[in-house]
C-alpha cells in the first residue's frame, strides 16, 4: 500500500475545467490528507485557483499545456488531436508511468475511455473496459456495471463484468462474497437475450456468488451487490433512475412551497429534509471507475459542482487504497476458467 | 363511435383475481357509467364479488370458465393448456368477434401477448406489437414503447413502434403532432447501436415530427411526447424509474418519522403531501396497450389494487373512445412509405 496516493487530475476537463477542478481536489484533500496530485491544464488558469487554496497548493505539482480535449470531440479526434499532449492524455499517462496512482478526469466520456484504452491497454482476459458505478439502495450500495463504456457483448463479456464488479464490491463495500445478478426483464428463466442466459449458465457454474436476474427496479432494492449488464441498457437504467429521483425532488419542492401550511411544515421537518436531501445527493454516487485496464481512471460527471467533482477524487483515492487492480487481477486468476469456458460458451451451452 | 363500451375482463387474471378485477371494474364503471362488460372466469367467484357491486352486476354478463392461465405459465403452455377455454383466451376471443371493444388483464405478460398476438393477428405493416404506458413527466404525460413485448428489432421496427406510439400520443394525449424521441445512450450522432441511428435517419424523412435522440433521464423530463425503443431497454427504464420512485417515497416516510419535530411538520404540511402522494401514485400510470393488433388489449399490473385495476380499465375505455384503432391505421397508411423504405434500410442507408 503507498505511503501518500498520488492522483493525477485533468484540471480542464468538464464543463468548466479548473474552477470546479482545483475547489473539488481541494474538499478532497481535507478528507484525505494523505493525498498529493498532479495537475495536467493551462498553468494560469490553475494557478490562480490554487491561490486559494494553499494546503492544496503545497500537496500539488502543476504541469503545464495547451491542449484541452473538448466536451463535444468524438474519440477519434480526441485521440488525434490530444494524444500524448492534451491534459486528458497526460493525467492517464501518469498512470501508466507510474507517476500517479490514479487518474481522474470530468472530461468527455468518450474520449477518455478511448485514451485510456489506447494507453493502458486492457487487463489479460479482459477484451472491452466497463464503467462501474456505486449506486444507493434501499439495503446500502450496490456496485452496478456497466453504465456506458461499450454496447452490447456477449456471455463472455457479461461474466468477465461480474468477476470485475465483484472484485470492485468486495473491496470497496467490505463484503466477503458479494452477490452477482444479471440485469433482465423478467426473473423468469425464459426471458432475455440468448447471451444474458448463457451468462448465468456460466455465472451458476462459476465460483461467484450468482443469485440470479434482476429487473429495473431489483437494483434500487439492493436485490445484489453487483448488478451486471451491457453497457446500452445499464446507462438507461442509470439516466432512468436519476431523471426519476430529479423530477421526484422537484414535485417534493413544489409541494413544500405550494401553501403556507405546507411552509410551516417544512419549517418544522427542516432536519429531516436535510438528512434526505443528503441521502439522495447525486454529487455523492458520483464517480465511474474505468474497469478492466492496466491502471485506475475515474471518470466524474462533467456538469458538476465542486462538491460533486471531490466525490469522484474520493472514489480514485479508494480504489487504491484498498487496491482495486490487485483485486481484480486476483480474481480474474481465481475465476479465469469460467472466463475461458464463456470463450466457448456458444458450443458448451445447449 | 360506439354508444356503449364494451370491456371483456379476464376475472382470473393478475395475483389475486375476482377479489380486484370486480371492485376495480366496479370504481371504472362509475367514473364512466357508459361502460358494460363481459365478466370471464369462474362464476362462483365473481358473483360473489358482484354482490356487493349492484350497478356493476346491472352492467355485466358473465360466462364461466374453469380455466385459468397462471402467472407462472410460459407462453407456450398458455397457449397450448388455455386456448380456447381459458378467462384470458375468452376475453381476447370477444375482441375478435366483436363482442367486446377491448379486452382488460392483469394476467401473466407473456401469455396475455402470445394469446392476442396468436388470435387477433398483427396489422397490415407490422411485424411485431409492442407495449405502450402512459410515463407522467415534468412537462405533462408522455407515451413510451416497447415496454417490453419484444426484444430487439432492427430500424423497420423501431420506425413501427415511433409511427404507432405517435397515433396513441396524438389521441391520447390530444397533440396534433406529437414529438418523436428514440432512446438511446447519448445526444450525439455517434452513439447507439445501428439500427437506431438507421431508425434516426428515416424518422427524419418521414412525416412524424422526429426530434432526435433522447436519454434515459429525458423521459421523465417530458424531453418528448412518444419516446421509442426496443421493448428491453424500455422495460428497464420503466423498472428503474419505478424503483427508484418507491424508494424514494419510502425515505421520504423515513424522514418524516424521524423525530417528533418532523411528524409536526408532517401534519401541517398533510395535504402538500398527499397532493405529492396522488401525482406520484403508481395506480395512475398502470395499464399497457398493446398496440400492433388488430384489436386493443390492455395489460395491467398483476399485483396492484383495485383502484389500479380500475386506471387499466379506464385506459381500454379510453383508447375504445378515442379510436385508437383507426387513428394507427391512418397512420400506418400515411406513413406507409417510411415503413416501407425502413424495410429495406440496411441497402439504402449508406
Redesign the interface.
Known amino acids: 500500500m503507498p505511503q501518500k496516493v498520488r492522483i493525477a487530475l485533468d484540471a480542464m476537463g468538464g464543463d468548466v475545467g479548473a474552477s470546479v477542478v482545483i475547489p473539488g481536489a481541494a474538499i478532497s484533500l481535507q478528507r484525505h490528507p494523505d493525498s498529493e496530485f498532479l495537475l495536467y491544464g493551462d498553468s494560469k488558469q490553475i494557478d490562480e485557483q490554487l491561490a486559494n487554496y494553499p494546503a492544496l497548493k503545497k500537496a500539488s505539482r502543476v504541469i503545464h499545456t495547451d491542449v484541452t480535449v473538448s466536451m463535444?470531440d468524438?474519440p477519434s479526434q480526441a485521440l488525434r488531436r490530444g494524444r500524448k499532449t492534451s491534459s486528458m492524455w497526460l493525467a492517464i499517462d501518469a498512470v501508466k508511468k507510474g507517476e500517479a496512482h490514479v487518474a481522474v478526469s470530468a472530461g468527455n466520456t468518450?474520449a477518455l475511455m478511448a485514451m485510456a484504452r489506447f494507453h493502458l491497454h486492457t487487463m489479460q482476459g479482459i477484451d472491452r473496459p466497463a464503467i462501474a458505478g456505486v449506486w444507493p439502495?434501499?439495503r446500502g450500495d450496490s456496485v452496478v456495471l456497466d453504465l456506458?463504456a461499450t454496447?452490447?457483448g456477449d456471455a463472455h463479456h457479461l461474466v468477465a463484468l461480474a468477476v470485475m464488479g465483484s472484485a470492485m464490491a468486495s473491496v470497496l463495500l467490505n463484503r466477503e462474497r458479494p452477490t452477482v445478478g444479471l440485469?433482465n426483464?423478467?426473473v423468469?428463466e425464459?426471458?432475455?437475450?440468448e447471451e444474458i442466459r448463457e451468462a448465468a449458465e456460466l455465472l451458476r457454474a462459476s465460483q461467484l456468488n450468482y443469485i440470479g436476474f434482476v429487473?429495473?427496479?431489483?437494483?434500487?432494492?439492493g436485490a445484489a451487490d453487483v448488478i451486471v449488464?451491457e453497457?446500452?441498457?445499464g446507462?438507461?437504467?442509470?439516466?432512468?433512475?436519476?431523471?426519476?429521483?430529479?423530477?421526484?425532488?422537484?414535485?417534493?419542492r413544489q409541494?413544500?412551497a405550494?401553501?403556507w401550511?405546507?411552509r410551516?411544515?417544512?419549517?418544522?421537518?427542516?432536519?429531516?429534509?436535510k438528512?434526505?436531501r443528503d441521502?439522495?445527493d447525486p454529487n455523492k454516487s458520483n464517480g465511474g471507475v474505468l474497469l478492466g485496464l492496466k491502471g485506475v481512471v475515474v471518470k466524474s460527471h462533467g456538469g458538476i459542482s465542486a462538491e460533486g467533482f471531490a466525490y469522484a477524487v474520493d472514489v480514485g483515492y479508494e480504489m487504491v487504497r484498498c487496491d482495486l487492480l490487485t483485486k481484480i487481477n486476483q480474481m480474474l486468476n481465481r475465476d479465469g476458467s469460467a472466463l475461458a469456458q464463456a470463450h466457448t460458451a456458444p458450443e458448451d451451452v445447449s
Do not use: C, P, V
Open positions: 463535444h468524438k468518450g439502495t434501499a456506458g454496447i452490447g440485469l426483464i423478467g423468469e425464459i426471458k432475455g437475450h429487473e429495473g427496479d431489483g437494483i434500487g432494492q449488464s453497457g446500452f441498457s446507462n438507461i437504467a442509470l439516466k432512468a433512475a436519476e431523471g426519476t429521483a430529479r423530477q421526484m425532488a422537484d414535485f417534493l409541494a413544500m405550494s401553501s401550511l405546507s410551516i411544515g417544512y419549517l418544522f421537518a427542516r432536519s429531516a429534509f438528512a434526505l441521502k439522495l
